[in-house]
């Protein structure tokens, strides 16, 4: 059998099983032993499905035998645990649901299996996706592969830590404001947030339904191709999902870029930007230079708008979609239950953490009578301004590229118990989300000699395939996505 | 507008029950995020259209087919406290 000590990246990994070179079963095998390994150190899984994945990859490997083949046929991945998985926990890392098991599968995930993959398990996240470094997960903090007393940023930190440590071949995640890319980017792995409407959202916990959206974590720009290819297109069962044709999205990667003009928002360029950070974008715009791409200078106005809008949207939304957690049809009950509104009260005081509280207060205030106008309503109307802010500056180039964060991958307890602190640092990947555009994280430096840089590239509405090609060709000149930590 | 933020009255909206504790440390934070939201309030909004939706999606309808996906017991065992096919709640009339 081939060493493989850790997850090979996707391509590779589909090469190596269809000439043999190691069974499904030895491959995952070989990702259960990493996370044997390193999991009493990294923690990026709630779950992990053992049997249930050998089982899996037994019936891929009898497929092999038989001559069968299906894109994922074999490779062992990991999901995120806000994303229903049948059978198998699906707790969103919070209390309410510690005990949920969905009855379904997500479509999403629906797509992975129909096309041959083997689920790992399920990976750590902030409580409903609600935060920006996996610590608020009701279970545990995950920890940053890199630096073992770091964040691995979030709320999808489970699934970047998981490809970071090589602990799966690739992962899922969901972003609903950046929760894709900033961990992506700390952990030093590929992540795509797709155009809103082009993944199903059926089977993913209900966040705030018009930003939330599922997108591929992995080692590479290659990777998400491949798996975008599986999980795009539409659902009947998500009336919000897009009827856009999905191209074969492997056919963007490599393409030249020569000629392609790359916009700089100087607004993600200010204040606050880590200096090494700042060095690193900079330098790979520069590369993006030698591979014959033009850069222009571009405006987003309304940049510093977009924190205050997207709290405000994302909690109104947060406080609706979480109403539904009231101990009677699944979840979490009190035991303190005398009469109806106290069993109310009472379940979701035990069963939210104190994010969430946070989130659903906010929501619920900003809707409440007498504020709805001056916040909501204003909100919705900001969110205009900034979605035609990209429509702007997308009449002047072709892709948007800057930081993705404006510092590396902070200190565990760092800004715990400063949330509004902890909502400014996600300045560059809210608006992403506001307009529902496509938008990615690759790896492009290391800030403090070890610490992983991000570097964002976004494109307009259903453009992903740019993304791909503008993201093969920066990974074909540069070796970033080639580290890996030393655990 | 930021001090306008009752956490007593928010939290009863929201059906959530606060310990004294959280409160006081919610509350602070929660001014404090309020404050800065206001900052939208010096954005001139006048004859803009409020985005609820990225794209202008309407009703999306399909043919009324029933289609039995899941069986019932799935669901009622998912429930806390599930009763002879019902859902068990404390009692609402009295």
Redesign the interface.
Known sequence: MADLASAPTLLQAREDLKNKKYSALELTESCLRRMDAVEDRVQAYLHISREHAIEQARAADAKIARGEDAPLLGVPLAIKDNICTQGLPSTCASKILSQ??S??NATSVDRLLKAGAVILGKTNLDEFAMGSTTENSGRRPTRNPWDLERVPGGSSGGSAAAVAAKECVAALGSDTGGSIRQPASFCGVTGLKPT??RVSRFGLVAFAS?LDQIGPMTQTVDDAALLMNVIGGKD?LD??S?DVPVPDFTQALGRSVKGMKVGIPKEYFTEGIDPEVEASVQEAVKTMQSLGMETVEVSLP?T??A???Y??LACAEA?ANL?RY????????TER??????????T??EG?G?EV??R???G???L?SG?YD??Y?????????I?RDFEEAFKKCDVLAGPNCPTPAFKLNEKLDD??QM?LADIYTLSVNL??IPAMSIPCGFAQGKLPVGLQLMAP?FQEETLFSVGSQFQLATDYHKQFPNL | ?SN??N?DA??R???????DA?KQ??AP??A???D??????E?D?AG????????P?QN?F?EDEPVK??PET??LS????PDKGH?E????IG
Request: charged share 25%; no cysteine.
């Open positions: 949920f098991k009855p379904y809103y409407g018009s009947p009336s919000t897009v309304h510093k708008y924190v205050a809008t709290y405000i406080s109403s009231d101990g009677v049809k699944y979840g979490h009950r239950a005398g009469s109806l509104l106290e069993m109310y009260e009472n979701r005081d939210f104190e509280k946070r659903i207060i906010l619920t205030f900003v409440s504020y001056a916040y309503l204003k909100g919705q109307k900001a969110r205009t301004l979605k949330p509004m909502y307009a529902g509405h | 507008m306008e933020l956490i928010v939290a909206l929201a059906r959530l029950k606060l310990t959280e440390k919610l934070q929660l404090k995020i309020v800065y939201i206001d900052l939208l309030g954005l909004t803009v259209e409020p985005t609820a939706h990225v794209f999606v999306v399909r996906n899941f799935d669901y998912l429930a806390p406290k859902y709640v404390p009692k609402i």
